[in-house]
Every structure is written in C-alpha cells, then in structure tokens.
C-alpha cells in the first residue's frame, strides 16, 4: 500500500473546499480573487471565524495564525468591534459626507504617533501607497520612488516592481528605484545619483511581506537624512507595523517621517487604508485649495471608522507586550519542535510577527529562501494539522490568544514539521 501523503490527506480532509474550488474556478482566475494566501493544490474556503480561530466549509478548525496577514489584531468577529461596526450599519453603511466615527479614528491615531499632525481616509493599504506617493509627487514636482527590493507598499504598479525585485513589471512604470533594505549606503547611493527626480523615500519599520525583517534605528535614520537632504518626502509604512507599538513602529526608531501609511488593523477588521502626515503636506488635499484630488465613494466609510476606533484604542501597550511574549514562547516551542524533529529552523520575529525558515541561517527576504520544497511541505502538513498561516511561514499573534492556544500551534506543529520532514526526506 503506497503511504498516505500530505497532499492526500488534505483532499480527504476538505471535499467541500475541492468542490468549491472547481466552482470559483469558472468565475474567478485561479479561484482566487487575492495572490498572497493561493497554494497549490487550492485553498481552504472559510466558512468562518471567531477569536483565534478559523473553520472551513469542511468544518475543518484552524488556529488563525494568519489573522488576515495581520489585520486582525483581535482575532476574528472581535465582539466589540462588531458592536461598535453593528450599531453603526443600522443608521446606515455609507454617507456622502463627513460623519463622527471619521473623527474618533482619526483622532486615535493623531493622539497616538507623533509624526501625524492629520490624515485621510482611503480603503486599503494599497491606496494609502498611492495617495502618499501622489502626494510625494505635487508637494515636489517630481515622479521618481525609491524604495527596498522586497519592500511591500501594496498591489499598485510603482511598489509591486520593488515587492519582487522585477519580477512583475506593468509597462510603461519605470519610476521605481531600489537599494538594499537595512543597507543605508545603498539608500544614499541611489538618492545621490537621481535625487533630484526622486519625489518620495518609502520604508517599512519591518519588511512584512519580504519576511518579517528589521534593521538598527541608525538604517532608518540615515535613509530619513539622505531623503532630506535630496529634498525627497520619507514615507514610513505602517500598514503592518503600526500593531507593534501605540505610537506606531516609528516611535521607537528615531526618526518623523513626512507621511505615513496606514492600513489593516485601524479598520478594525474592515476594508480601510489611510495616509497621515505634517500638516504642510496634508494641506494638498485641503478640499478648500486643494492641489491634489483625492476622493473614494467608500472614504471613511461609518462601518470601518467605528470598528477601526475600537480597534486602535484597545490596542494599548499591555496587549502589544502580552502579544510580543506570546510571540517569543511560540518562537521558542517552535525551535524545540524543529530541535526534536532534527530538521534546521530560523526565525525572525519582531513584537508579534513571526517568519520561519527550515534552513540553518536566514535568507536576505522570503523570496530569496532556500527551502521552499520543507516550506510547502510543513504548510500543508499544517492545514492538515488545524494551523493556518501564511504559505511564506508567516506567524502572527492577536490578542485572542493565550498560553493554551500557543502551546496547541506548538503541538501541532511538531507534529506537522515530523510529516514534512518525513516526505521531503522520502522525496529525496
Ligand atoms: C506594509 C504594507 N503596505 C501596504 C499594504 C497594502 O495593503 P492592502 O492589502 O490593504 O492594499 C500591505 C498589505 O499587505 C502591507 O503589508
């Protein structure tokens, strides 16, 4: 009898999920209608979710260690985000004008992060890029960006260049300029060389999406000088950060950015993107003068901004250290499962961000990995085991979890990292 595989394992467990994937199929390219989470040979379709977990159409349980690629820094149907979100829809879920929930968030995040003296509503993160970008471009009358190969600002031509170091180009978008994340003087090469058309500096606190990596204050501190010094705007993104500290991962880098990209977490559980930033610059979208056109039929939409308030504001410092410490024991269990399993982990964590490597030293990012073969392997064997995480190796805590469920994703694990290793090894 020929041994059961992972790959077998996870169509005996999801036939519903299989059928659904056919159907999604005819309709939407792939099935999918979102690139980060797809692997082969299809996704779960969820059915749903609560606090730390999700379950799928195969009623198949899942600890949630994706929380939607972070967004969810609550857990899933946070019940006093729905309340707030609830009692908002029942007077309506969009108006044509202002409305107070715009205020209570926006003032949540202007109280919290120093840089931000102001800010505007969009709908994703992805929008955020752009609209800081464009604003980047009127204030200096320039159409270049420079940002980190591997840096992640959103699924829009100028950053998606830069997100898989040209792997992806849109024609006819050649206003992209790279240098090395963590690696100041290739920033200030770079703005040495074309600073002058250069119109914005873009950085994440921790590359998310290339891998959970971070830099010394002095990386960030230098690129904020030469960006100046260029007479560049310097954008920090802090679409996934902004859950690491209440004064946003910049707080504790040293340095105040022109603008800031906003997104995930501030729409508590909702779609939402946002740009904060000085006043001066702010003011090119002031509606009585402005220089830039900025509007979105959904901006600040009732629903997002009341769950969004919710969200930041029980966001405090005791939930982001309790989520770090959570963060660090799975970080620990994981290495001890990997030790007893014999096979090489690396992992990079920041606060409540983890990203795992099966390889005995870190990549430069997550495109650049070595063990994709363990790495697909060990997701799969994961789904099978009741964990869902990002198909890169991306860990992510909320304020769901606790000791328990922690000690569960590592039970899980060791179990799901022994049948990788298993195949992989039997694969040769
Ligand atoms: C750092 C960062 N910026 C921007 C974005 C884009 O946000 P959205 O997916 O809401 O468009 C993301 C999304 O993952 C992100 O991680």
Partial sequence: MTPTTIRDRYLKANPTSAAAATRAERVLPGGDTRAAGFHLPFPITVERGEGAWLWDLDHNAYVDLAGNYTSLVHGNAYPPAIEAASRAMRDGTAWPARNLYQFELAEAIVDRVASVDQIRFANSGTEAGMLALNTAKVITGRSKVL????????????????SFDGRFHVPGTDDTLLATYGDPESFEAVLSEHGAEIAAVFLEPVMGSGGIVDAPPAFYQRVERAARDAGALFVIDEVIAFRLAVGGAQSALGVTPDLTMFGKLIGGGFPVGA?????????????????????????????????????????????????????????????????????????????????IYFSETLPEASLRRQDAKMMGAFHLAGMVNGLYFAPRGMLVISTAMDDAIIDDCIARASLAMGEARDEVQSAG
């Fill in 147 to 162: 940002m980190a190969r591997f840096g992640y600002h959103g699924s829009h031509e100028a950053f998606e260049y830069g």
């Fill in 275 to 355: 740009v904060g930033g000085k006043a001066e610059h702010m003011a090119v979208m002031d509606p009585r003068a402005p220089k830039l056109f900025h509007s979105g039929t959904f901006n600040g939409n009732p629903v997002t901004m009341a769950a969004g308030a919710v969200s930041v504001e029980h966001l405090t410092d005791a939930a982001i250290a309790e989520m770090a410490r959570l963060a660090e024991r799975l970080d620990v269990g994981l290495r001890a499962a990997a030790a007893d399993a014999g096979v090489p982990l690396s992992v990079r964590r920041v606060g409540s961000l983890l990203n």
